[in-house]
């Protein structure tokens, strides 16, 4: 699951710029508005929807912002309706991709889609070309600076955590789905600041890409995560910390 935190890692660079920062805001924005459509306007009932503002506020979103979100969730503003969607595809050098998307026409985002998966290499498939090869847990990022291994021991794992890993800069905690709003919950209860937490898609196993196909991965995932009806995503290619740092600069 290494994969996970050095993703994450590119994707703060990237949200250095105020264009990269409003695109942020509008994934933020579609998750509050569908969690309060499926599970009302009340945080304190709907675990998705809290931790949808939770992320928002991490981000230094306004506050009515947000509550205009929820407005529109419930209904009582006029909005646009999301459909939550999953697509599959392959990438360069045999990998595996999963897109988790929101969008108001299908017709438009899949296209779309399609097209930045042939530009960079790889090909979007049907249900099945690459949903078999990861598992769904729930997963939260934080900060290993700040947060001690005997503190997350005691606080995730007694919430009901599965496991957790050194990922270099951060911890990552893994949960079933249905227990990772409790574990969150105990993590920020505890006052452990969290980077990142979501439903994910995780690769049972991973493939290592260097060189060419490295590149031309990373780019096909940044070109996906770009897009504006894409929320998340996931993939099974893993790339060294030096190979990084080289395509970094």
Request: proline content about 3%.
């Amino acid at each position: 699951m290494s994969g996970h935190s050095k993703w994450a890692t590119i994707k703060r660079q990237k949200g250095a710029n105020d264009a990269a920062r409003g695109k942020v805001f509008t994934k933020l924005i579609k998750e509050v508005t569908t969690a309060a459509r499926m599970g009302g306007g009340d945080p304190d009932g709907n675990p998705r929807l809290r931790k949808a503002i939770a992320d928002c506020r991490g981000k230094q979103m306004p506050a009515d912002n947000i509550k205009r979100a929820i407005q529109r969730g419930t209904g009582e503003l006029e909005g646009v309706s999301y459909e939550e969607v999953l697509y599959e595809g392959t990438g360069p050098g045999g990998t595996l991709f999963l897109v988790e998307g929101m969008t108001d026409n299908r017709n438009r985002t899949a296209p779309e889609l399609r097209r930045i998966f042939e530009k960079r290499g790889g090909n979007m498939g049907g249900t099945g070309t690459a949903g078999w090869a990861f598992e769904r847990w729930g997963t939260i990022l934080l900060d290993k600076s700040k947060v001690s291994e005997e503190q997350l021991m005691e606080v995730a794992l007694d919430a009901g955590a599965d496991d957790y890993r050194d990922e270099g800069e951060t911890w990552l905690v893994c949960t079933p789905v249905g227990q990772l709003f409790d574990v969150l919950a105990a993590v920020e209860k505890a006052g452990l600041p969290v980077e990142e937490s979501r439903l994910s898609y995780v690769p049972s196993n991973k493939k290592l890409v260097a060189g060419d196909d490295a590149r031309k991965c990373l780019e096909l995932a940044e070109a996906l995560d770009d897009h504006d009806d894409v929320q998340a995503v996931f993939f099974d290619f893993e790339v060294s910390d030096q190979e990084l740092a080289a395509l970094l600069g």
